[in-house]
């Protein structure tokens, strides 16, 4: 019976590819990949002919069938543009319709952007929530990050260079000024790990160009997120004339923020 191969691939530098990957991609007799003149760049590099054949977001339905029917006379292998496929990439359609028919499914693991943020980040990494690519538009956007504002675990997500600014001021505004990292171009020559405040972060990224990957903390445990409209209470407060300490104990108690978070907000104001 044939096989489908799911085969992790560089996310930036071609020395990061296993063995076994470079074995596999050389015996299939098909590769799906997300982005052919990729894929071929890297076969090149390893001295690798095959036949491939695009399999990417606009085109994975029309040629579902195709691959099906492949995968009835021999092995296919299905690669990303970069990482592991199926993980915010192409691949999902296809492995669900193979394991319908009863195909042999065999992973090859290997680099991942998710992971590799992750790990570097310095962040808690025994548990996280991944959101992979956010939404575009900004109230969509701003619905999710509210939607997770109570995730204790580190959260993970993918941005665009174009709207990574916009993105971060919404983190801030939502999720308040917590720890995290921005990872740009990871493996690749750029590559570039920025870690601190999100206010920190959007100071830092003024023009920013890549790819990038958004490792944020999770909210402390029994407490509530610094958020926008905390911080509105607290100026608002602060504008009257109340002392630090009244302030910040008044919102304490109505909001369950920490008082350390709040005092810190407080000097901002100052």
Not at 57 to 67: G, I, Q, R, T, V
Not at 77 to 88: D, E, N, T, W
Request: hydrophobic share 40%.
């Amino acid at each position: 019976m044939s096989t489908l191969y799911i085969v992790a691939t560089p996310i930036g530098n071609l020395e990061d590819v296993s063995l076994r990957a470079l074995r596999i991609l050389s015996q299939v007799a098909l590769i799906a990949a997300e982005d052919t003149r990729k894929t071929r760049r890297l076969l090149s590099a390893y001295g690798i002919k095959a036949r491939l054949t695009s399999y990417h977001e606009h085109s994975k339905e029309a040629k579902l069938s195709y691959l099906l029917s492949r995968l009835e006379r021999g092995d296919v292998a299905l690669v990303s543009q970069a990482g592991m496929p199926g993980i915010s990439d192409p691949g999902y359609e296809l492995v669900a319709a193979a394991i319908e028919r009863g195909i042999s499914i065999v992973p090859i693991p290997g680099p991942s952007v998710l992971v590799t943020a992750l790990a570097v980040s310095g962040l808690p990494a025994s548990e996280f929530s991944y959101l992979g690519f956010l939404p575009r538009r900004k109230g969509q956007r701003r619905r999710l990050l509210q939607r997770i504002a109570d995730e204790e675990r580190t959260i993970i997500a993918f941005e665009a260079p174009h709207r990574l600014v916009t993105t971060l001021e919404d983190i801030l505004d939502v999720l308040g000024d917590r720890r995290m990292a921005v990872c740009r171009e990871l493996t690749k020559l750029h590559e570039e790990v920025f870690r601190g405040a999100v206010s920190a972060a959007i100071a830092h990224f003024r023009e920013p160009m890549g790819e990038f990957t958004l490792v944020i903390e999770g909210k402390p445990k029994g407490e509530r997120a610094l958020t926008a409209p905390v911080e509105r209470e607290l100026r608002r407060l602060y504008q009257e004339g109340l002392s630090a300490k009244e302030a910040v104990s008044r919102v304490a108690e109505v909001t369950g923020v920490s008082k350390k978070e709040l005092y810190k907000a407080w000097l901002r104001l100052g």
